[in-house]
């Protein structure tokens, strides 16, 4: 027993000290790219490219929440930008067009509506979580695809972006960005602070083993819920900064396909640092963007026709590209970031 | 004899026509450490799962401290003070051996809903839990991870989580399953220790612990009740001979 005492491996220092340098960096990298960007001479493209890797680093990092530190894969998440986004297109195009009134509704029915479907699907587990999470998300399409006044399958255009407390500030592209980033930095802020406190720490060791949870007296379902709701105000605000981005909505913002690519952000980043979500969801619409220039350059060797085929059909590559990275990336960009410090 | 802590009525769980408890009734007085013997697959895991609300019985009630808790979930029998410890380890495996004590003092301290503050660095919540490791002996081990503790580790681990809850009523399911020598005369000592400031409920196969521990034996056989005694006469039991020949040595 003795020699058991003597051996004790040293306590692990907590994840979070040894890699805190990537968050850093991260937020560093998005204050100097309007730098950037102003010099790149494709200005507009850079910045709109970038608010868009923000605003879904949100929505990704709002998943991670309750994906990464709670389990529950929601396959609906989708839904809650398409209630941000809906709530400031159909406000605004009854002249309610400030953010002060439009964000607060989006935020008030993103709790809504992930109060009554998170008290439905947290009933079930595993795979039908998944489900019923996923069919909650489709009967959300199908109603923005019926609302005929506003736009239905077509969506709407937005008569100009939200004003801030009646100024037009959100016009110019440089402070959306900004205004992006600041909302960013707060999320990721609220949900570090959220991830370690009491509720944090709950949810977590519910995500562990849900039956020792119990067995110390918590009742792992409220907790949930209200992560779930966080979770979903989280992904309210960025769809309504989306909508503002693309100065558009549609019901394209909620489909299926869209749920499933804030899954494969959080799992592409690794699940379960919030940072990992923001880094996954830059990887996924950077690759997104760039893929058929990275393909027509890299197949240089082959005839051009060959090469143009490749570059039209990136999506082939796309696809099993991604599960590579799944299969064989344990833990996404961030396991990779993290396991060369493991010595 | 005292009003009873927990009170067992015909309980009953069945699987399909398997019947694993049949018709249980049984009486654990305040302060008495009451062990359940009987050979494997006699039921006693399942009794235990029934009396802390983590299986559901399909008849009979359970009272505790004089009030039906039949039905409530396991979380609100934890509330009211009965606690208990897996037979299967079931820890938080990537959490410090602290923090999964830590996390039953929050339990029970009442407000898990603040988003804020940093939950692993609460004074308040640590120095209990550190009291309660230092109770099983494993305050020098608080800060390992709990996966990585050694399997006898892991078994006072889950004593010191329950301990933290604060139970009126302790259900220990083998609390020395696979733990080495020196390791097992450790919990037993801690268990001695607890003896008569808490009421314990005491599943065991080391029948040299049962023994020495207990104040009364119940003998758990094909899920029914054989005889509960004191120790000295559980022993020269007729019944408790013949259910155990060829089983286990009776001490
Ligand atoms: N979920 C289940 N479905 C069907 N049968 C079960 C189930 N759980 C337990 N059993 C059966 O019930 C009986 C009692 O099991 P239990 O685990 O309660 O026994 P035990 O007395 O704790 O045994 P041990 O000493 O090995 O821990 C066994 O025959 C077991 O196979
Ligand atoms: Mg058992």
Known sequence: MTELVQTEPSPAPSLGTRVEIVPIFLFAAFAAAPLLATVSGAEGYVLSLLTRVMIFGIAAMALDLILGYGALVSFGHAA??????????????????????????????????????????????GVYFIMITLAFGQMLYFLATSLAAYGGDDGMTL?????????????????????CLLCLLGTYAFSRAVVASRFGRVLRGTRDNATRMEAIGFRPFRFQLTAYVISGMMTGLAGCLLANQAEFVSPAFMTWQRSGELIFMVVLGGLG????????????????????????????????????????NWKMVFGPLLILVVLFARGGIMGLLRRPRHG | MAEPLLELRNLRKAYGALVVTDNVSLSVTPGE??????????????????ISGMLPSDTGSILFG???????????????????????????????????????????????????????????????????????????RAHVPAGLLSHGEKRQLELAIGLATEPKLLLLDEPLAGTGHEESLRVVETLRRLKGRLTIVLIEHDMEAVFALADRVSVLVYGRVLATDTPGRIRENPDVRAAYLGEEELV
């Not at chain 1, 008569?159 to 960005?177: C, E, H, I, N, Q």
């Not at chain 1, 619409?285 to 027509?296: D, G, N, T, V």
């Not at chain 2, 450490?33 to 029934?50: C, E, S």
């Open chain 1, 159 to 179: 008569p100009s972006r939200s004003l801030v407390a009646g100024f037009s500030v959100l016009k110019s592209d440089f402070t959306f960005y900004w205004i």
């Open chain 2, 66 to 140: 004089g009030e039906d808790i039949t039905s409530l979930p396991m979380p609100q029998r934890v509330r009211r003070g009965l606690a208990r410890s897996f037979q299967i380890t079931s820890i938080l495996p990537g959490f410090s051996a602290l923090e999964n004590v830590a996390l039953a003092v929050q339990a029970r301290s009442g407000s898990s809903f603040r988003l804020f503050g940093k939950a692993a660095q609460e004074k308040n919540l640590n120095d209990p839990a550190m009291e309660c490791l230092s109770q099983v002996g494993l305050a020098a």
């Open chain 1, 273 to 312: 640092s919030l940072h990992g979500a923001i880094i996954g969801a830059a990887a996924f619409l950077l690759l997104e963007e760039f893929l058929p220039e990275i393909l027509h350059a890299a197949s240089f060797f082959l005839s051009d026709e060959v090469r143009d085929h490749l570059a039209e």
């Open chain 1, 80 to 125: 809650f930008l398409g209630l941000g986004g809906y709530a400031v297109g159909i406000l605004a195009s009854h002249g309610i067009d400030d953010a002060l009134v439009q964000v607060p509704v989006a935020l008030a029915a993103s709790a809504l509506f992930a109060l009554v479907t998170g008290a439905i699907s947290l009933r079930t587990k």
């Open chain 2, 33 to 50: 450490l009451h062990a359940v013997i009987g050979p494997n697959g006699a039921g006693k895991t399942t009794l235990i799962h029934q």
